[in-house]
Every structure is written in structure tokens, then in C-alpha cells.
């Protein structure tokens, strides 16, 4: 094994990420998840998010290390998610980072958690085709981008509007009454479904941008089942949840595989939490298969917020000489994907 030795830490959101990468090569992904203590509310909530966090950091670290088979002083160098995220959840995470470079004496990057998304892949596929086009899609984000260099240079090219598509999943689950997250159980639901049965809405699907808008379809999804429950009718859950999510993976793929090809790209990624649903991935491969272009998804465990994508893109830095960020940066939810890595 060859390269620098990176601790990544990831704290944007519910998961406590702990990865250690050498080079390209995974050596360790320990993530602790604090979805459960959310469910009862329908959705994440930021304190106890934080607190969470603040209970699983050292834990996580030391499970790391141990998978590892290697101590703290043999890391080269931490890297943490600076930003976005939410502002407390972000701040453990970054308080705990600045700590172990100062114990360690070790070079600290603060880096970007949607370049993270993208820099993932490399620890599956290899290195990154330059440039690329990335879809990222989770709670939190949806948003096309132009990547002429993962450690570099990020170029937004869309973004959504107003809900990001696994948000969407989250209010269409809870609609249906399926559990939180939605995403795992809309995609389970779906299998038994017919896709084919409730013509739903395709926000901006036509409109000429790489913008994406889930707000009409989730009301859609609502109106149709208010509807059927006035009626004194059975909601078809699986066939619901067939169309919805149907509906969000044609307009994700078709606005991506459109990027690609008004920009001369041959490579799509697709990154983020909702990547790991089956109908994107699938639909995904059949068009740009029909399109001509390569698709690399990363397996699903590495498309939900973990440490393994942040200690991947610090290795980037590490490899590339890229200055450290220093002590003095400071945890920031609205990062935007521009900047790569914080000052």
C-alpha cells in the first residue's frame, strides 16, 4: 500500500463517519448512526444530532483505528467535513478534528461534504475521469456539477429549487406512513408497485436547466392519496411508491445525461444517500448506456454520509501537496461547493 494515511471525519448530519484511506485503498469505515433517536420525530433533529455526535466521536475514532490495524500517530494527516451540513453537528465534528491535529501534530483539512460525495468513488472505480459530470442527491442536496478536478475546482451547474429529492422521500414516506428515513422503505415498497399506474408530475423537466423542483411533485403525491382517503378507498402504497419514485428518478437522470452531453463529458457520477436507490441506479445505467457514457456509482454503503469520502478527498490533498487549512477555519453550513477545501 502506497500514499499518505488519512483520517476523514464526517459530522453534517446523523451519521458519526470515521474512514481511513491510504492512497486509494479503503482501509476502514466506521459509522455511527443516530437515525433511530430521529424517527420518532419524522426527521433529523439538529440538537440531538449534536449530541450524538458529541457520545460517538471518540468511540467511532478508536473502532476506525482498530479495523485499520493502525494507531493515531501512523496518520498522515485528518481531514473533517468543514461544511455544509448543519451548523452544531459540523462544529463536533470540527472541534474534534482540530483536536487530534494538535495531539497528533499532524496537517489538518477542513474539506467540502459535496466534493467528499464525488471523491468517493475514487476508493471503488479508481481515479476520477477529467473532467466529469456529478449528480449528488440526498436529504439535504440535489445539484448537478461540472468537476474538471475533484481537489480543485467544482462547477455548479444546477441545484434544486426547493425540496432535495430525499427530503422528498422523507414527506412522500410519511404520507404513505412508512417509517423514517423514507428512502430505504419507498424503495421497498416500489418493488411490489406498478411505475406506470399514477402519472405524477415531473418538476422542470422540460424547462432547458440543470435546476431540479420536488415541492409539486410531493403535493401531487398527497392531493392523490387525500383523495383516495376521502373516498373511503385503499391507498395503493406500493404503487404510489412506484410512481414517486419513478418520477424523481426520470427527471434526475434526464437532466444529468443532458449535462453530459451539452458538455462533451463521457463520465456521469452519482453520488449521495439517494443514489443507493435501485430504480436511480438503474434507470441511470440504462441511459447512459443509450447515451454512450460511462456511469460510476459507488456501492451504496459509500453514497450515505461516512468518513471514508472525507479521508478520500483529504488524500487527494495530501497526495497533490495542497496547503493544509490550519487551526483557524471555522465550521460552515452554507459552504458553498466552490470551495473545495476551507481557508
Keep these: ?40 420525530f419524522g426527521g433529523v433533529v439538529p440538537e440531538v444530532a449534536s449530541r450524538a455526535h ?8 478508536g473502532r476506525a483505528l482498530d479495523a485499520a490495524g493502525v494507531r493515531l500517530a501512523d496518520v ?11 451548523a452544531g453537528a459540523l462544529l463536533v465534528g470540527v472541534s474534534a478534528a482540530k483536536a ?12 467540502n461534504h459535496l466534493a467528499a460525495h464525488v471523491a468517493v468513488d475514487q476508493l471503488e472505480h479508481g ?27 467544482v462547477v455548479p451547474l444546477g441545484a434544486t429549487i426547493d425540496d432535495a429529492a430525499g427530503e422528498a422521500f422523507d414527506k ?31 418538476g422542470k423537466y422540460r424547462d432547458g436547466s440543470y435546476d431540479f423542483s420536488f415541492s409539486g411533485l410531493k403535493t401531487a403525491v398527497a392531493r392523490f392519496v387525500e383523495a383516495r382517503e376521502a373516498a373511503g378507498e385503499p391507498v395503493p402504497v406500493a404503487d404510489v ?4 419514485q419513478e418520477a424523481v428518478a426520470d427527471v434526475l437522470t434526464r437532466k444529468a445525461v443532458a449535462a453530459c452531453r451539452a458538455h462533451g463529458i463521457e463520465h456521469l457520477v452519482i453520488g449521495g444517500g ?4 435501485s430504480r436511480l441506479r438503474a434507470l441511470a445505467q440504462e441511459r447512459c448506456a443509450a447515451a454512450g457514457l460511462q456511469l460510476r456509482v459507488p456501492r451504496p454503503g459509500l453514497c450515505t454520509d461516512n468518513g471514508a469520502m472525507v479521508a478520500a478527498l483529504g488524500a487527494e490533498l495530501v497526495a497533490r501537496g495542497a496547503v493544509a487549512s490550519g487551526l483557524d477555519f471555522a465550521a460552515d453550513s452554507s459552504l458553498p461547493v466552490t470551495t473545495v477545501t476551507a481557508a
Excluded at 135 to 144: D, P, T
Excluded at 274 to 277: E, K, L
Aim: net charge negative; charged share 15%.
Design 127 to 153: 481515479a476520477l475521469p477529467a473532467p466529469a459530470v456529478a449528480l449528488l442527491v440526498s436529504g439535504g442536496h440535489s445539484s448537478l456539477l461540472l468537476v474538471p478536478d475533484v481537489a480543485a475546482e
Design 274 to 277: 439517494v443514489a443507493a436507490n
Design 54 to 61: 458529541l457520545e460517538a466521536m471518540v468511540p467511532t475514532v
Design 172 to 202: 412522500v414516506a410519511r404520507v404513505l406512513g412508512l417509517p423514517f428515513p423514507g428512502g430505504p422503505h419507498i424503495d421497498r415498497a416500489a418493488a411490489a408497485g406498478d411505475r406506470d399506474l399514477i402519472a405524477f408530475p415531473r
Design 241 to 244: 411508491a412506484a410512481c414517486f
Design 1 to 40: 500500500m502506497t500514499g499518505p494515511l488519512v483520517l476523514g471525519i464526517e459530522t453534517s448530519c446523523d451519521e458519526t463517519g470515521v474512514g481511513l484511506v491510504r492512497g486509494h485503498e479503503l482501509l476502514a469505515d466506521a459509522v455511527a448512526s443516530s437515525v433511530e433517536e430521529h424517527a420518532r
Design 100 to 111: 487530534y491535529a494538535i495531539a497528533t501534530g499532524k496537517p489538518l483539512y477542513g474539506v
Design 76 to 86: 498522515d494527516a485528518i481531514a473533517v467535513t468543514a461544511g455544509p451540513g448543519l
